[in-house]
């Protein structure tokens, strides 16, 4: 069954260092998404991405979050200088079609801990 | 504005105990709404989309129903593998899901 697989599944980074999450969609889907999850929180969105462009991005993800498809099967989340507040689960998810009309998929995410 | 809700926040049931888990939302709109299961530390898995009012999904001992203010999860005859955290959203356009914050289930044999 296909899936959406992240790397790595737990980070540890320290405070001002730049992460990168990646992530690989499922191969035939045209629409990627980021989210994330604070413990013991909701799962809040951050942006989606559609034709090599982003479609639409939260309050969140501000000037230090940039998203990449460098090449056909990768999709990239870069947070340029840490937060401590930046600790969270951050799940990657893909779907065939506008996320209203498709169910979307979602890996098991990367544990991201800022110290 | 846009706003998911969902309760219980926490519901133990023993094995066999039917119940129901309630989500309400408030959107213009509605385009269709979602259930996920989510384990600890994992991903959400989709279960169902409903798209209309009345409309009806099952699977093993889970169905979803959907009326124009909310949505509930039945579980029927729960087994202690039902035991997860359910969460339910709502796609708002472009492209986004706005979820709730879950009602953690746990299922005691």
């Known amino acids: 069954e296909p899936e959406v697989t992240q790397t790595p599944s737990h980070q540890v980074t320290q405070m001002g260092q730049e992460v990168i999450l990646r992530c690989v969609p499922i191969?035939?889907?045209?629409?990627f998404y980021w989210y994330r999850q604070i413990l013991g929180q909701k799962v809040e969105f951050l942006v989606s991405f559609y034709n090599n462009e982003i479609s639409e991005k939260s309050e969140i993800f501000d000037d230090q979050f940039s998203v990449e498809r460098p090449d056909g099967s990768n999709f990239t989340l870069k947070i340029r200088s840490t937060k401590l507040e930046d600790s969270a689960m951050y799940f990657c998810a893909s779907s065939g079609e506008a996320q209203e009309d498709a169910e979307a998929f979602f890996g098991q995410g990367t544990r991201l801990t800022v110290v | 504005e846009d706003q998911v809700t969902q309760s219980p926040e926490a519901l133990r049931l023993q094995e066999g105990e039917s119940s129901s888990l309630n989500c309400s939302y408030t959107?213009?709109?509605?385009?269709?709404l979602f259930w996920y299961r989510q384990d600890p530390g994992k991903g959400p898995e989709f279960l169902f989309t409903l798209y209309s009012a009345g409309e009806e999904k099952e699977k093993e001992r889970l169905k979803a129903t959907l009326t124009k203010k909310e949505s509930f999860l039945h579980i029927t005859a729960p087994k202690p593998e039902d035991s997860a955290t359910y969460l339910c959203a709502v796609p708002l356009p472009p492209g986004k899901l706005i979820f709730g914050q879950g009602t953690t289930l746990q299922v005691k044999p």
């Open positions: 959107v213009s709109g509605l385009r269709g």
């Open positions: 191969s035939n889907h045209l629409y």
